[in-house]
């Protein structure tokens, strides 16, 4: 993801995030569970939602101790008694799910997901070479460009991963548009893509509240990546025509709960500057592929700072993604080198 000061515009709730393991009123039966990360971005938005006679919890936090702590003080303190009744999960990222199967078993509760992200959440938790990730990385880096490199890079993906408790095997399967009750209230199950495959937002009409997860952020773009061994073959594309979809189905009052930073108002204007946002993007490397060139020699033009080894992956998959939109939209066109690398020019 990367730093976007268009976020100033937005209306934010609070000044500034609550420190690790603050629960707050959000609103009625609304409660916001700030929860720690060790990465650069140090915390992930968890929710609590009244469920009749006990709290709904959407998402999990990170497979690692400082979670489990936080979820144990959660338990004996904030619960008033009540029982956690089950687990709704947005996507299948593992700040978002990595804690499902230790949550669902450790409470006897079951989990709520759509079934693309079940099913990745599924094989990578149960990938314990780790070689769905290596391997994701080698067609990544490979397109990419990256040559005789690829294939060491693509390794130390496996040391760097963040763990996963293995994804429960049973589920309850989340769709677009279906309502989902939890307490006395219809949440409206909106899928968004591009983000993660068939990542869940969750809206609410009479509190006027929209859980986001990671297809709406304020202050920093959603990270958009091109797998090349996946199938989202443009997701992009799919990650904008997301924004629109949630544009007609949420109106602007809403209050946004996003997975990471603050509540805030004004969705609209969010949604504008994210299309904005990728629209220039896509602009400049049109404009940098005047001679054909893999995607490797177009990150330092979306990218102005230094990246970390992890932050290359994900600088990769947005370069891929914004050069792949733009052969989907006829600016540009794809061949291939001889090593498999994806050049990209001029149409
Ligand atoms: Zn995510």
Request: aromatic share 6%; net charge negative.
């Amino acid at each position: 993801m990367s730093p976007d000061a268009s976020g100033l515009a937005l209306d934010y709730l609070y000044d500034a995030n609550p420190p690790a393991g603050t629960v707050t009123e959000i609103a009625p039966g609304v409660r916001w569970l700030a929860m720690p990360l060790p990465t650069s971005l140090n915390h992930i938005n968890l929710w609590l939602l009244d469920d009749g006679d006990g709290v709904a919890i959407i998402d999990t936090g990170i497979f690692w101790d400082a979670s489990k702590e936080v979820w144990q003080r959660v338990f004996a303190e904030h619960l008033g008694g009540k029982k956690i009744t089950r687990l709704i999960i947005t996507h299948a990222h593992p700040d978002h799910i990595g804690l499902a199967g230790w949550l669902t078993e450790t409470l006897g509760i079951e989990m709520w997901i759509s079934t693309t992200e079940w099913e990745m959440g599924y094989r990578i938790s149960g990938d314990e070479g780790g070689q769905i990730i290596r391997d994701s990385g080698l067609a990544l880096y490979r397109r990419g460009g990256l040559g005789a490199e690829a294939e060491q890079l693509a390794g130390t993906r496996i040391t760097t991963r963040i763990p996963m408790a293995r994804v429960p095997e049973h589920y309850h399967r989340l769709q677009d548009g279906m309502e989902l009750k939890i307490g006395a209230r219809n949440w409206r199950v909106i899928v968004g893509r591009g983000h993660a495959p068939e990542h869940c937002c969750l809206y609410q009409p009479e509190l006027d509240i929209f859980i986001a997860g990671d297809q709406v952020l304020p202050k920093i773009t959603p990270n958009v990546s091109l797998w090349p061994n996946r199938s989202e073959q443009d997701p992009l594309g799919n990650f904008l025509a997301s924004l629109d979809k949630i544009g007609r189905a949420v109106p602007d009052s809403v209050l946004v709960l996003p997975s990471h930073n603050l509540p805030f108002h004004r969705l609209h204007a969010r949604l504008r500057q994210l299309r904005d946002h990728h629209a220039d993007r896509l602009d400049e490397v049109v404009r940098a592929c005047d001679t054909p060139r893999p995607a490797i020699e177009l990150v330092p033009v979306l990218f102005h700072r230094k990246l970390d080894q992890r932050q290359m992956g994900f600088a990769m998959g947005e370069a891929l993604a914004h050069l792949q939109h733009a052969v989907t939209q006829g600016r540009l066109k794809r061949e291939e080198r001889a090593d498999g690398a994806w050049l990209f020019g001029r149409a």
